[in-house]
């Protein structure tokens, strides 16, 4: 499988974006997809993900301003941000948790910038 990020861009603080993950291949044996940011020197870390059956999760932090969703359709999942702030700046990454038999294996996009002005 392979994963598309985009969206990313430059924005001042208080103003939104929306992230696309685009994922090609057998959509189907997708368990989850995950975003992940990373600040250089930074761990990424997890912002948000949405599994197969629909279950979504959002790190605190950004909780009533970022939401997950996705349309099965397209194999996309979206990651739309609002009142974005300067903090929010990093390079933000797409993961996919894909079946491959009783286990799974994890599939990475190649990441999109986002960068918040104050």
């Known amino acids: 499988v392979q994963l598309q990020a985009s969206g990313g861009g430059l924005v001042q603080a208080g103003e939104s974006l929306r992230l696309s993950c685009a994922a090609s291949?057998?959509?189907?044996?997708?368990?989850?997809i995950h975003w992940y940011r990373q600040v250089l020197g930074q761990q990424r870390e997890l912002v948000a993900f949405?599994?197969?059956?629909?279950?979504?999760h959002v790190r605190d932090s950004v909780k009533g301003r970022f939401t997950i969703s996705r349309d099965n359709a397209k194999n996309t999942v979206y990651l739309q941000m609002n009142s974005l702030k300067p903090d929010d700046t990093a390079v933000y990454y797409c993961?996919?948790?894909?079946?491959?038999?009783?286990?799974?294996?994890?599939?990475w996009g190649q990441g999109t910038q986002v960068t918040v002005s104050s």
């Open positions: 291949g057998s959509g189907d044996r997708i368990n989850a």
């Open positions: 993961k996919a948790e894909y079946a491959i038999g009783s286990y799974y294996k994890d599939y």
């Open positions: 949405i599994t197969s059956g629909g279950t979504t």
